[in-house]
């Protein structure tokens, strides 16, 4: 996997943010450690999990301590099992307890969410669809969040509101109607994707006409995406959203949309269990 220079701009302001908070004026408790110590340590996942947050953890031991070495046994992306080894560390033994915390907390949030995007990945691995995340992340940790979407097998939507339109029911009433919203839209920045969200299949007719690029059909029942899927033939994607879980999600791709958005993608991410421990 690789990062965008925009992943790797913020990686080093997220780890350096993250190291201030959590070390402050310095860590008191390394300091009961002779400064000269050396140490060796071994990291290992508790539980199975889709790997995430390789160069975040090198990032933190480099701005704490550039003499301490790291080996890896896994990459981003790997499905790992119980109390496998992910990698051993060694260096000054205060720069290895200092930064513990704040790398396994990078690599726990960003691998739970790849983690969880493999799982609802697996689900639909028989139709063409693709998985969708959304803006629904941790402030600060957008564009990890998004490079660990990646890892887990599914795609990202727009990064921001800069970088394409989603224009929603708000939008729409403020705008004037599906069509004035969409000619905007083309004004404003030609060439940008526009995309409208519709709640009937009334409102898809009048998106399609307007010339949206992409349409998200929120919250329609099966038969209306089907419905929507042979109306549109192609003349935009279509993109299925709201409530989507993995009990509902095989029977929506099934529909013939193109892309479905889950929030749960990010929001909904649990911590993988990590651990590092001294070897002695």
């Known amino acids: 996997m690789h990062l965008t220079t925009t992943?790797?701009?913020?990686?080093?302001?997220?780890?350096?943010?993250?190291?201030?908070?959590?070390?402050g004026t310095g860590d008191i408790t390394a300091m009961l450690i002779p400064e000269g110590e050396k140490a060796r340590a071994r990291v290992i996942t508790r539980?199975?999990?889709?790997?995430?947050?390789?160069?975040?953890?090198?990032?933190?031991?480099?701005?704490?301590?550039?003499?301490?070495?790291?080996?890896?046994?896994?990459?981003?992306?790997?499905?790992?099992?119980?109390n496998q080894t992910l990698f051993e560390l060694q260096g000054s033994a205060?720069?290895?307890?200092?930064?513990?915390r704040t790398a396994l907390?990078?690599?726990?949030l960003l691998s739970g969410t790849a983690t969880i995007c493999r799982e609802y990945a697996d689900i639909v691995a028989h139709t063409g669809v693709r998985l969708l995340d959304t803006r629904k992340t941790i402030p600060g940790l957008r564009t990890a969040q998004k490079y660990a979407v990646t890892c887990g097998g599914c795609?990202?939507?727009r990064i921001g509101l800069y970088d394409a339109f989603l224009i929603k029911e708000n939008h729409i009433a403020a705008s004037g109607g599906i069509a004035n919203a969409v000619a905007r839209a083309h004004e404003i920045a030609p060439g940008k994707p526009v995309e409208v969200e519709v709640e009937s299949l009334e409102e898809l007719n009048i998106a399609l006409t307007a010339g949206a690029d992409i349409i998200m059909l929120d919250n329609f029942t099966l038969d209306d995406m089907r419905t929507g899927v042979k109306v549109t033939?192609?003349?935009?994607?279509?993109?299925?959203?709201?409530?989507?879980?993995?009990?509902?999600?095989a029977g929506i791709a099934e529909t013939g949309v193109d892309y479905i958005s889950i929030g749960a993608l990010t929001k909904h991410a649990r911590a993988v269990d990590l651990s590092m421990r001294i070897v002695i």
């Open 105 to 108: 907390n990078f690599m726990q």
């Open 94 to 100: 205060r720069a290895l307890l200092t930064g513990e």
């Open 233 to 249: 033939q192609g003349r935009a994607k279509l993109e299925a959203s709201g409530n989507v879980s993995k009990e509902t999600l």
């Open 47 to 82: 539980e199975p999990a889709v790997i995430c947050g390789v160069d975040w953890v090198n990032e933190v031991f480099a701005q704490i301590d550039s003499d301490v070495t790291l080996n890896w046994n896994v990459s981003d992306g790997d499905l790992v099992t119980p």
């Open 7 to 23: 992943t790797q701009k913020d990686l080093k302001v997220s780890v350096s943010a993250a190291l201030a908070e959590d070390v």
């Open 155 to 157: 795609h990202n939507h």
